[in-house]
């Protein structure tokens, strides 16, 4: 029996699942991991943000008599012109920043999922109809298209969201329409063509699935580019309204004490740095784990 089980283990351990060996080759990119050990810990903060510090009366309560102090025991981060504790409000930060890169990114990815998958699964008309309207908003920058779409809605975490959304959505139609249409031409789809399923089961249940490894590489990518997007727009004044944190504001407003209180600059600053740079070797580590040529 104990000769059984092991040679049933000896199985299992010689012929690990696709997730398996994907997890394994993640495993062994060192930055990777620590970028996904990194990102771990932001969203901790940004979830448990109420139980780390308060809002009310450390991120949002003016305190005149405590403005711009440097970094000490009292306030790990100092605090900024207006008397505010810049670690509560770094940590609130972080749930702003992270949600509203997450939410767009998985929004956009919706869409793109449902233009690009449709577009190459039936092509023609539908195809040539969808690509053009999608080339005309590519014609058109990013951050132009973004800021235009926030001038129109109104400044906001709505506002922006919706921004961010419409103008992901035309390079994630581009970007799974090709992926999607390598996997169309396969012959399960046929078969599955042939059994009769209909065109949306075989869009989400067969096509989709199995396109997922660069969708997620590239999704997870674009959280990076978005966080950024976010901060820009908030830097001018189109993003997230005072007095709730968010980095892009909280350096739009330590510019003109920066040289006095450097601090202020420095720490949201690194917030935006380390968080992008994480998704970006996150994104390098799974781009490394689906490889099709790595695999073996």
């Known amino acids: 029996m104990f000769n059984l089980f092991r040679n049933k ?103 793109g999922c449902v233009f690009g998958a449709t577009a190459a699964y039936f092509g023609g008309k539908i195809d040539s109809v969808i690509c053009r309207i999608m080339d005309t908003f590519m014609c058109i920058p990013f951050m132009l298209l973004a800021l235009s779409l926030v001038s129109a809605f109104g400044s906001g975490l709505r506002s922006m969201t919706i921004a961010m959304v419409i103008a992901s959505v035309p390079s994630f139609t581009r970007m799974i329409r090709s992926i999607v249409l390598t996997v169309v031409r396969q012959d399960y789809i046929e078969a599955a063509r042939s059994c009769g399923t209909s065109h949306v089961s075989i869009i989400f249940r067969h096509v989709l699935p199995n396109a997922m490894g660069p969708i997620i590489v590239n999704a997870t990518m674009n959280v990076a580019g978005l966080i950024l997007s976010a901060a820009g727009l908030s830097f001018i004044g189109m993003g997230i309204q005072p007095p709730n944190p968010e980095w892009g504001y909280m350096l739009s407003e330590a510019m003109p004490y920066m040289r006095l209180a450097p601090h202020l600059v420095v720490f949201p600053g690194l917030a935006i740095i380390i968080t992008a740079l994480c998704f970006n070797l996150l994104g390098d580590g799974l781009a490394d784990a689906f490889d099709p040529k790595r695999r073996g």
């Open 9 to 111: 283990k000896l199985v299992k351990n010689t012929n690990p699942s696709q997730g398996q060996l994907i997890w394994e080759r993640f495993c062994k990119n060192k930055m990777s991991m620590f970028a996904l050990i990194m990102l771990s810990i932001i969203i901790f903060v940004a979830i448990f943000a109420d139980v780390i510090v308060d809002f009310e009366s450390k991120a949002i309560a003016q305190n005149v008599m405590a403005r711009m102090e440097m970094p000490s025991a009292a306030h790990w981060f100092g605090t900024d012109n207006l008397g505010r504790d810049l670690f509560a409000r770094v940590v609130h930060g972080a749930r702003y920043s992270m949600i509203f890169g997450i939410v767009c990114t998985a929004l956009a990815l919706f869409g």
